[in-house]
């Protein structure tokens, strides 16, 4: 069965990190102490569940954690750290710390620990996350020990009901957008201004004018959806958001 440890102290571990093509070494003081922390580890980098949900999970939600106290969220893996380091750019995870646990030392002090060599990983982390003040476990939430690898309690919004279950969620904004359009700058700008986080979808990079089509019913651009309602083009987020 995997240990819960919650009320004990994180592992003390060294972690070797590849910075501006430098070594440099990161303790777990240097990220714990006097900190309010969320943790996830998760199998591998690049991995499909890793990849599509859990990691873009916490960056998206970053902002509802930072207002109720959390001072950072920490990405733990069983990869080095030149894999880590790609990872984090092919996500685009401005408000992740990704760390690598290349020899598994944390992982190991954790118990969480296991062999996956069935899929040719040898020794990874099982899914985890917890909350963690001043270096100190406040809470654990472990998947269930079934096949595969299961995804059920260690997700963003799990941790952020138990946070703060009245948190208030960032609104999740998505723009279609051609390069050199003067209206697609405008609507970023707008967003940009009043602090909301956006994903951008480049026609002919990103997506197809097709792809514009089925979701906007045209083609031009920019198109806005603000939680999955098609809000429209720059005059139309301009009254939505109630600027002048």
């Not at 960056?59 to 950072?72: H, I, Q, R």
């Not at 019913?217 to 806005?224: C, D, K, N, Y």
Request: proline share 6%.
């Amino acid at each position: 069965m995997l240990p819960n440890h919650e009320g004990q102290k994180v592992p003390d571990v060294t972690f070797r990190v590849r910075q501006n093509n430098q070594w440099i070494n990161i303790t777990t003081d240097d990220l714990f102490a006097g900190k309010t922390v969320i943790v996830f580890s998760l199998p591998g980098a690049f991995t499909p569940t890793c990849s599509s949900t859990h990691l873009p999970g916490y960056n998206e939600l970053a902002p509802a954690f930072k207002e109720n106290g959390v001072d950072s969220i920490l990405c733990l893996s069983v990869n080095d750290t030149f894999v880590m380091n790609e990872w984090a750019k092919d996500q685009d995870v401005g408000n992740i710390t990704l760390i690598p646990d290349g020899n598994g030392e944390f992982t190991e002090g954790m118990g969480m620990l296991v062999d996956k060599t069935d899929l040719g990983f040898g020794k990874r982390s099982w899914r985890y996350s917890m909350l963690v003040k001043d270096g100190v476990i406040e809470k654990m939430f472990i998947e269930p020990e079934e096949p595969g690898d299961p995804f059920k309690v260690s997700d963003a919004d799990t941790m952020l009901k138990y946070i703060n279950p009245q948190a208030v969620k960032p609104e999740c904004v998505s723009l279609f957008t051609k390069e050199g359009c003067p209206f697609c700058v405008r609507a970023k700008e707008m967003l940009k201004e009043r602090g909301l986080a956006y994903e951008e979808i480049v026609i002919g990079k990103n997506a197809t004018t097709r792809s514009l089509r089925a979701m906007a019913g045209g083609t031009t651009v920019p198109q806005v959806f603000i939680d999955g309602k098609l809000i429209g083009g720059s005059e139309a987020l301009a009254d939505y958001l109630g600027v002048a």
